[in-house]
């Protein structure tokens, strides 16, 4: 294991988030503050309460889950497809590194910067909503998981996008509206059945879900899948990023 | 001397199907600097490309100090430091993290006394706190170098490195050369410039189309500019050089109506006036005098436009 280059990739992809620390740190203040009043006031004000937590709390885990999922894609991507853009990449390929060490220290960094903001997302919305989390240890363990498989889920994107437009597309496209439709503002239970059968096949929704029993002891499916579902998931992405290094696709002509 | 760098029938052919390298075998001794001349589009930085890992070859082997660059690439790219043609850089980046993050890269421990030793060389102590965006062209080329230079490879593999520099610049680059090989380090550069290999290489090499023509030491090659021709028109053509002539070793040009000899500039004595005299005496009548001098541009120019399409 090369650990001095893992630590300066991670040192340098970091070094370029504390430069710009201001706006990291005060667009997920201000956007989860909307979010309270908008969520929490106009809607929470009709929906008192969801399976016995009241409605603000209730979407806490799903915004913070819907920060740190898209600021680990987009960190996870830009990290990777700005060496790319830029020709620096070729330092990369000429360096006694391997795949591992070079996801290592990219999607560290970029799970790193989004655990931050969850956590900044997790204290703001404790100035809006009573807060009691049942299992903090778990809650811990899937807000890392999420940032670090998300992470990696953009480091694939940077890899794919050969433009600054695909690069936004995936995140836009798919990855927003399967945040918004697994679960983040309300329990499945309410809704349809024919959509709740839909909403299963929402790989977010193990993970909101999951969230949401660490702080709430309630989960809409159960806990174990929820672990299972998202060790798919980052086996699935660390495989793909393998496949991709040996076969030097979109990096080593 | 031991080669360190061992390239043998090295082929690429890119996913398009254009075949730029066609089975090149070459051998870098340790402490050389090789030129790698040739014109655009030769497969110069695809060479380059391939020996450090940037482009993965179609068929046969690299072994850098005795390392197989692919099962052994660790090792092998450990001892190699790269400039490459294009200027791709961080500009937000401040000239000593960049620095920094490269020696971190190729695994080497933090060493701050080494960094700064490397950059007052290349005269850029004074701008480690800038922003790479903040330099001009030149600076930029030598941070690229400093990069390079920051593991303290073995092997420097310049890659037009004076394109786009000014004479004075051009001239710092070819000492900060020449200290490296000073240093032991063995360099390959690729130029366009025949007085640039001229200056600075041990050997040159001439790649066209893929293909390496030659690769000869300069000494040699510079023997062959030495060598100067003299042709001596005659009035009345001859069919056989006159054996009075015989110790000159002349030519016979084209339709007996010339003389050719062949002689050293840096001799003491070119035996012209022996010569002259001697065709005199032979009874010969003189038309014209021509001397003519082949450069290595001349060698340069013939291999690549001997070359078929
Ligand atoms: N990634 C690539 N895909 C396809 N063809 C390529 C690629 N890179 C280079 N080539 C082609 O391979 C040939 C050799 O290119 P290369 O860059 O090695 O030339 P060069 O000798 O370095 O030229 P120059 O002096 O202009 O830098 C060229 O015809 C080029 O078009
Ligand atoms: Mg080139």
Redesign the pocket.
């Known amino acids: 294991m090369n650990w001095a280059a893992i630590a300066a990739i991670y040192r340098f992809e970091m070094a370029r988030f504390f430069r710009t620390l201001l706006q990291s740190f005060l667009s997920p203040v201000l956007s989860t503050s909307l979010y309270f009043v908008v969520f929490g006031a106009a809607i929470g004000s009709r929906i008192d309460e969801v399976e016995g937590v009241s409605y603000g709390a209730f979407i806490v885990p799903g915004l913070v889950m819907l920060s740190v999922i898209t600021q680990a894609i987009s960190n996870g991507s830009f990290g990777i497809y700005f060496p790319k853009f830029i020709g620096t990449i070729f330092e990369l390929l000429s360096a006694p590194i391997n795949f591992l060490e070079i996801v290592m220290g990219y999607v560290g960094a970029a799970a790193t910067k989004a655990l931050f903001i969850g956590c900044v997302i997790l204290v703001t919305s404790t100035l809006f909503v009573d807060l009691h989390i049942a299992h903090p240890l778990a809650m811990l363990a899937f807000l890392v998981l999420t940032c670090l498989s998300f992470a990696l889920l953009g480091f694939i994107i940077g890899i794919w996008a050969k433009n600054f437009e695909q690069l936004q597309l995936v995140p836009l496209l798919i990855v927003t509206p399967l945040i918004f439709l697994g679960g983040s503002f309300y329990s499945v239970s309410m809704l349809p059945p024919v959509w709740q059968t839909v909403t299963l096949f929402n790989p977010v929704l193990y993970l909101i879900s999951g969230f949401r029993w660490a702080f709430f002891g309630i989960a809409d499916v159960p806990i174990g899948v929820s672990l299972l579902a998202i060790a798919a998931f980052t086996g699935l992405c660390l495989a793909i990023i393998w496949l991709i290094f040996r076969t030097g696709w979109r990096i080593r002509? | 001397m031991t080669a360190i760098l061992n390239i043998k029938d090295l082929r690429k052919t890119?996913?398009?199907g254009?075949e730029?390298l066609k089975g090149v075998t070459l051998d870098i001794e340790e402490g050389e600097i090789l030129a790698l001349l040739?014109p655009?589009?030769?497969?110069?930085?695809?060479l380059i490309s391939t020996v450090c890992g940037l482009v993965t070859p179609t068929a046969g082997t690299v072994t850098v100090g005795g390392h197989d660059s692919q099962r052994d690439y660790r090792a092998a790219r450990e001892l190699i430091g790269l400039v490459p043609?294009e200027v791709n850089l961080e500009p937000f980046e401040k000239v000593w993290n960049t620095v920094r993050f490269t020696r971190g890269l190729f695994g080497k421990p933090r060493d701050d006394a080494k960094l700064e030793q490397i950059l007052r060389k290349l005269s850029l102590w004074d701008k480690k706190d800038s922003a790479v965006k903040e330099l001009s062209g030149g600076m930029k080329r030598r941070v690229l170098i400093a990069k390079a230079l920051s593991h303290e490879p073995r092997i420097l593999f310049l890659d037009?490195p004076t394109a786009g520099v000014d004479v004075a610049l051009r001239k710092d680059m070819w000492d900060i050369v020449a200290e490296l090989k000073a240093d032991g380090v063995t360099i390959i550069l690729?130029t366009?410039y025949i007085e640039e290999a001229e200056a600075i290489a041990d050997r040159v090499g001439v790649i066209t189309r893929g293909d390496l023509l030659l690769v000869e030491e300069k000494a040699a090659l510079m023997q062959q500019m030495g060598q100067k021709q003299l042709e001596v028109e005659l009035v009345a053509p001859v069919s056989t050089i006159p054996a009075a002539l015989a110790p000159f070793g002349l030519e016979l040009g084209a339709e007996g109506r010339s003389l050719i000899y062949s002689y050293d500039t840096r001799a003491e004595r070119t035996g012209i006036t022996k010569l002259l005299n001697a065709i005199a005496d032979a009874g010969l009548t003189l038309r014209d005098v021509k001397t003519r001098q082949s450069s290595l541009e001349d060698i340069f120019v013939n291999l690549v436009s001997e070359e078929p399409a």
């Open positions: 002509s | 890119y996913a398009g254009f730029a040739g655009n589009g030769a497969g110069k930085t695809t043609q037009e690729t366009h």
